[in-house]
């Protein structure tokens, strides 16, 4: 099986780490923070700077115990239990997917500041987009190529403002200095954050990177402090050229600041420049994301089919085009839309920040041995404090005047938690269709309301069908993997008798109750029921030689597929036959188990495990149907 290839070192995960927390508050963050505090948000950059300094040195450490593809995810995975990692990594899913939309819409009006120009936006945009997953398609070398360009131009543009702006500067424009009281600086924080969010892209990076545990923590907190010194520059030079009410005002701040210092075609390079140091921050994200869904899908906590790694280019290429689509779906929906945007992304980012630096204490208490090639200095105390601002950030932007309430921030909260609670039936759904606790626990729920709805799940057709692939089973003994209420076992009891057998497996004890007296009320004595709660992983080892296996709807739920089989055949003759049916494309919208999508697979898996067999789909009103027939075999001859 391919795997991620490590061809990653310091100078691009740095760039990386650059490029992914610069955000656009670097370059709108001048006119959004001086329509909240005026001068006063240089002092918010400074703050917010150290702040994010000391958030870093948690990714840091975390990421040294944890070098990881799932980063945010792994982090929470060994903090919290399967339901809160899972919800950990979705938030982190929606934050990245926000963050690049800001981050593409941001660019897009820097370069094409008229709002006339819809569709040459969208195409640009699309294109980008595109071209920028084609690249993490094809390797991760190129990736990081680009990703080094992006951060040197990204720098460059804010040091031509920062260089010769310093020579410039009116420091009459810095009075007064609190002209909103110094209340509003917290205001400002939660509204410039964004500029130092996408510490978690580089940690996605950790399986391709070489040493991760070192090169990842070193590139998180230097990239932190790159970033952190140019905000506090670029807001300083840029007040100090022209006065934040002039600044508070304009969508693209920093064209008025270069237009000033550069000329009209200074202004305009520097346009160029931002744009791509923009799409250089989403192509951080637009690489990395695609890693995250990686991890969960590995762990069976997303569509496993996203899991797999391209034998040529060593890339998750499942996952990019996944994320690709999904890419351009946020994009059309968050075009034109950047305050809003950036509304809902700064609330959910830092409900994710917030358990991030909490699974670090939690860690310290669990696993106080674990090697740590980086540690967070005071973490109770600063745990404590940094839990603390994040929470007062968040109340200053609901709270804004301490007695009214933000109506907008509420409704904008309201859509955020809104956004995560959609991943809670996707967590059962994904939990149904892979975790035996929970398959067990569902069908035990749900037992009398599947004996209702038999006829309905397993039609008489299919049961005809099945009967007759089996064929003559007259004084046969055979097995039923996965019985459920029945339904298909009262039909093998009368075809075997009067002297044959019938052994019924199932995983939920429920639904053999219910098997049990069915059976019982009819007479079928020569019908033994088991209950096998690992059923997912084996064949019950009290089942005797039979003649042949039959099996219903238990495909898919197959953990040890491989063992299973070979287990059924220990228990065959030569000759002995198999009919395996298992339901696929749920109301034509649901995946399938990964090894169910391709028929070659399964053929493949059946013919190593010792049968030939023949695949067949049928389709069904609201699923379809996947019918594997065949025989235990001698040799590798085709089954007929």
């Given amino acids: 099986m391919a795997e991620l290839k490590r061809a990653l070192g310091f100078w691009t995960i740095l760039s990386l780490a650059i490029g992914s927390i610069m955000g656009t508050g670097l370059f709108f963050g001048t006119a959004i923070g001086s329509s909240y505090s005026g001068n006063a948000s240089i002092l918010a950059w400074v703050i917010l700077s150290f702040i994010a300094l000391y958030i870093s040195f948690y990714f840091a450490e975390l990421v040294s115990m944890y070098p990881k593809a799932g980063g945010v995810y792994e982090f929470s995975k060994h903090s919290y239990n399967r339901f809160g990692s899972f919800l950990m990594g979705w938030l982190a899913w929606i934050v990245g997917n926000l963050t690049t939309a800001l981050l593409v819409v941001a660019a897009i009006d820097y370069l094409i500041p008229d709002p006339t120009q819809i569709w040459l936006k969208i195409v640009i945009s699309i ?3 595109v071209l920028l997953n084609l690249v993490a398609y094809f390797g991760i070398e190129a990736s990081a190529f680009l990703l080094v360009i992006f951060a040197v131009i990204s720098v460059g543009v804010l040091l031509s403002i920062i260089f010769p702006g310093i020579f410039q500067l009116n420091f009459s424009n810095y009075s007064p200095f609190f002209a909103f009281g110094a209340s509003s600086i917290f205001i400002t924080i939660f509204f410039i954050a964004e500029s130092f969010f996408g510490w978690e892209s580089a940690t996605y990076l950790s399986e391709e990177t070489r040493e991760p545990e070192k090169v990842i923590p070193k590139a998180i907190i230097l990239g932190t402090i790159i970033v952190g010194v140019l905000g506090i520059l670029v807001t300083t030079i840029s007040f100090g050229i022209i006065p934040w009410s002039t600044l508070s005002l304009s969508n693209a701040p920093l064209s008025i600041v270069s237009e000033n210092l550069l000329g009209n075609l200074g202004m305009r390079i520097v346009n160029v420049g931002i744009f ?46 996944f994320q690709t689509i999904v890419s351009l779906i946020i994009f059309a929906m968050a075009f034109g839309r950047y305050r809003p945007l950036l509304s809902l992304l700064l609330p959910l980012g830092l409900l994710m920040y917030f358990f991030i630096i909490l699974a670090v204490p939690i860690l310290r208490n669990r696993q106080p041995n674990m090697k740590r090639n980086f540690k967070v200095p005071f973490v109770k105390l600063g745990t404590f404090v940094l839990l603390l601002l994040i929470l007062g950030i968040l109340a200053s932007w609901i709270f804004p005047d301490f007695n009214s309430l933000n109506s907008n921030a509420l409704n904008t909260l309201k859509l955020g938690f809104s956004l995560i609670l959609v991943g809670i039936p996707i967590y059962l759904l994904l939990e149904i269709y892979y975790n035996p606790d929970t398959i067990i626990k569902i069908n035990d729920t749900l037992a009398y309301f599947t004996l209702l709805l038999e006829r309905f799940i397993l039609p008489k057709s299919v049961r005809k069908e099945v009967l007759a692939l089996l064929g003559d089973v007259k004084g046969k003994k055979v097995l039923e993997f996965g019985c459920s209420v029945g339904t298909l076992t009262l039909n093998l ?12 497996t199932d995983l939920s004890e429920k639904e053999l109750v219910i098997t049990k007296k069915r059976i019982t009320k009819r007479g079928h004595l020569h019908v033994v029921v088991i209950h096998d709660e690992h059923q997912v992983n084996r064949v019950h080892p009290s089942i005797p030689h039979v003649n042949a296996v039959v099996s219903i709807g238990m495909m898919g ?8 089989l070979k287990e059924m055949r220990e228990l065959l003759p030569y000759g002995g036959k198999i009919v395996f049916v298992d339901y696929a494309d749920f109301f034509k919208m649901i995946p399938n188990v990964a090894w169910l999508s391709n028929d070659r697979v399964i053929e493949k898996i059946f013919r190593e495990a010792g049968f030939s067999v023949f695949v067949q789909r049928k389709k069904g009103l609201f699923w379809n149907y ?11 001859i085709p089954y007929v």
């Fill in 127 to 129: 294109l980008f987009i």
């Fill in 276 to 321: 791509v140091a923009l799409i250089g921050s989403a192509a951080g994200g637009i690489i990395t994301m695609p890693r995250l869904i990686l991890a969960l899908a590995r762990d069976k906590l997303f569509i496993s089919q996203l899991s797999s790694i391209h034998g040529k280019y060593k890339t998750p290429h499942k996952a990019i085009i």
């Fill in 493 to 504: 009891a009368e075809s075997v008798k009067p002297n044959g057998k019938v052994y019924a």
């Fill in 557 to 564: 739920y197959m953990q040890d597929v491989k063992k299973i």
């Fill in 626 to 636: 996947v019918y594997v027939y065949g025989i235990k075999f001698h040799e590798n």
